[in-house]
């Protein structure tokens, strides 16, 4: 299934006038946001325009205070994160959120957890109840591990690897989720251009070969421009432009929130 | 060098998820297992049913306490009052004639109901306002015993056991018994082993470190901290009701007082949290160490003709004993199972170390 393909008008999320607010700041306010299926959706602004605030009210973690939140159709305003994930969304984060007492392995078998079903008798009975489970999503987990090129380091702590390699396990672990919609948070901070290059790259295969949504949170306007299909400008928590890449980056608005105007004496 | 990992080549994901990874450490199993099996006829029966079963039993007891506080990362000060629920539920369930097969199994099914029920209310709050939760269940608990007679025959009062059996076949050799708290030890070891290879366990060290990662991992916390909670209970219950039948020979409220909880959670802690081969050094330390202390005292003192009076003898090895509990936590804060972790390590790649990473 190719992205032309899948990349028809079906919305895999929608935001319809979102507003959080934390006591009397407003985070976040009067979002309208359409994601449609296998595209890649860019989300910009300055730092605190409210774009984590923006995935942490789509995953659950702040539900909005107006507005609806509607993924492959269903109302999900206020629903419990876990219950999000189990809904086909994952996410990765800003600052990294892998285990780092486990495995990169264990880290991405973790990502399995909403196809998998554990409990006590199953552990206590792990040969005949568990392992066929275990087995069966790890097949699944080394296909991801083969698509980003982890296999040398699977079994090596989280704790002992690079960043950048840290920020490859952790799309694994979302990715294996097989989730619909894919939220990047910053995936490419504090990377090289060789990095950036690479996680560019994943990002593009996963949406050809898995046919994932992808939101993607990014201060690197060259990724922006380079994968996104459209995406969307905040600034102090309000839309202030959306549409395609080329045009957004120009709009005198964007300019203006990202690098400031000069100010003739 | 003994721990050699080089020429280990899982050809499928079924051994490469075995439970023990190094040769050595398989035939390091075996071998303790069958220095486990022979030991009544190695040791002396008064070692064996003083030292040796107790501190089997123990054991169990710290790694079902290790389970929810090492793993699922929820400090728990009222483990021993769990513990009660199940010994006192069995030894009941068994004085009404019940086998004690099955009386086993209520004393651990009673507790985890307990824990959980009470683990449903408690889990609303987080880390030390949890452990205090915790502890006042052990108080209540406590009270509960002592002043209700219908269930420990009244206060200071103490309930006998009836005598053991399994499959109809009544257990009353020192053998006998022994095998019984191996048997459960051992159980109970294949079950945490087993946790480091599943979902399970994987869900339950995401909600400790994370949980607000875990939770855009689709895994729901408190549901899981509940299920640690019922599955420690359980193992208490079971372990509490063993402890009686085959060590106590009769229950008492002073057997699983708040002096109790405190000195399990003090083996998890020494041992290591989430290490099991540390929940069996952290309960053997913490049992046999002021027996040893003692001796050790008492030699050194008649070695350099020093007349120790009894009062004296009786309070330096304690003062010992904590140095020593110190000393330990100073040189590996994670445990003692972490300082075998780190001799094992060491050794696997001894004496090629420059090959590190």
């Not at chain 1, 380079?226 to 928590?237: E, K, P, S, V």
């Not at chain 2, 004639?97 to 709050?125: M, Q």
């Not at chain 2, 004993?321 to 936590?329: D, E, H, K, N, R």
């Amino acid at each position: 299934m190719s992205a032309e393909h899948q990349s028809g008008k079906t919305p895999v999320l929608e935001c319809r006038n979102v507003e959080r607010r934390f006591g009397g700041l407003v985070a976040v306010t009067g979002v309208d946001m359409t994601i449609n299926r296998g595209e890649i959706f860019g989300l910009v602004g300055p730092n605190g325009s409210g774009k984590t605030t923006l995935t942490n009210a789509i995953t659950g973690f702040y539900p909005p205070n107006t507005g609806q939140i509607i993924l492959d159709g269903k109302d999900i305003t206020g629903t419990k994160p876990h219950k999000v994930a189990a809904m086909g969304v994952a996410r990765t984060f800003q600052n990294l959120a892998l285990f780092n007492g486990m495995s990169v392995l264990d880290n991405i078998l973790l990502g399995r957890h909403v196809h998998m079903n554990p409990g006590v008798i199953r552990t206590a009975l792990y040969w005949w109840l568990a392992r066929p489970e275990e087995i069966a999503n790890r097949e699944v987990v080394e296909e991801i591990i083969d698509f980003l090129q982890l296999e040398s380091i699977r079994n090596e702590l989280v704790d002992g690897i690079p960043i950048g390699l840290k920020k490859r396990v952790e799309l694994a672990r979302a990715l294996v989720a097989e989730p619909h919609l894919l939220i990047l948070d910053e995936p490419m901070a504090g990377m090289n251009q060789e990095e950036k290059e690479y996680m560019a790259r994943f990002i593009l295969d996963a949406r050809a070969e898995r046919g994932v949504s992808v939101l993607l949170i990014e201060h690197h306007m060259d990724v922006i421009i380079g994968i996104c299909d459209r995406m969307l400008a905040l600034n102090y928590g309000e839309m202030i432009a959306t549409g395609v890449p080329s045009e957004v980056i120009n709009d005198p608005r964007v300019v203006e929130a990202y690098i400031g105007v000069g100010h003739d004496a | 060098m003994f721990y050699r990992l080089s020429g280990v080549r899982h050809s499928s994901y079924v051994s490469d998820r075995r439970m023990f990874q190094v040769p050595a450490d398989r035939n390091a199993v075996i071998i303790l297992l069958m220095i486990g099996l022979a030991a009544p006829f190695l040791i002396p029966s008064l070692y064996l049913n003083s030292y040796v079963l107790p501190w089997l039993i123990w054991t169990a007891a710290v790694l079902g306490l290790n389970l929810v506080t090492g793993w699922a990362g929820q400090l728990h000060l009222g483990y021993a009052a769990v513990m009660a629920v199940g010994a006192y539920s069995a030894v009941h369930a068994a004085r009404f004639g019940i086998p004690w097969e099955f009386a086993l199994l209520i004393g651990g099914l009673s507790s985890s109901v307990i824990g959980s029920l009470f683990a449903f209310t408690a889990l609303r709050v987080k880390g030390l306002y949890l452990a205090l939760t915790t502890l006042a269940m052990q108080f209540v608990m406590d009270w509960v015993l002592t002043h209700s007679p219908t269930i420990t025959g009244g206060s200071h009062a103490s309930l006998q056991s009836p005598p053991f059996a399994l499959l109809g076949q009544e257990i009353t050799s020192d053998a006998g018994l022994y095998y019984v708290a191996l048997g459960w030890c051992i159980l109970v070891t294949i079950f945490m082993l087993n946790l480091k290879r599943t979902g399970l366990g994987r869900a339950w060290v995401a909600v400790r470190e994370k949980d607000f990662a875990a939770a855009i991992l689709g895994v729901n916390s408190f549901y899981y901290k509940l299920v640690a909670f019922a599955a420690s209970s359980f193992i208490a219950g079971v372990t509490g009701a063993i402890l009686v039948a085959t060590f106590y020979f009769l229950a008492a409220p002073e057997q699983f007082a708040v002096n109790v909880s405190i000195q399990v959670l003090a083996m998890v802690i020494i041992g290591g949290l989430g290490s099991i081969i540390g929940s069996y050094m952290g309960a053997a330390l913490i049992l046999l160490m002021p027996g040893v202390v003692n001796q050790v005292f008492s030699a050194f003192a008649g070695l350099i003709g020093l007349e120790l009076s009894i009062e004296t003898l009786a309070h330096i090895p304690n003062a010992a004993y904590g140095a020593l509990i110190v000393i330990f936590l100073m040189v590996e804060p994670l445990g003692l199972g972490k300082l075998y972790a780190n001799i094992r390590d060491y050794l696997m790649i001894w004496p090629f170390d420059q090959l590190k990473k």
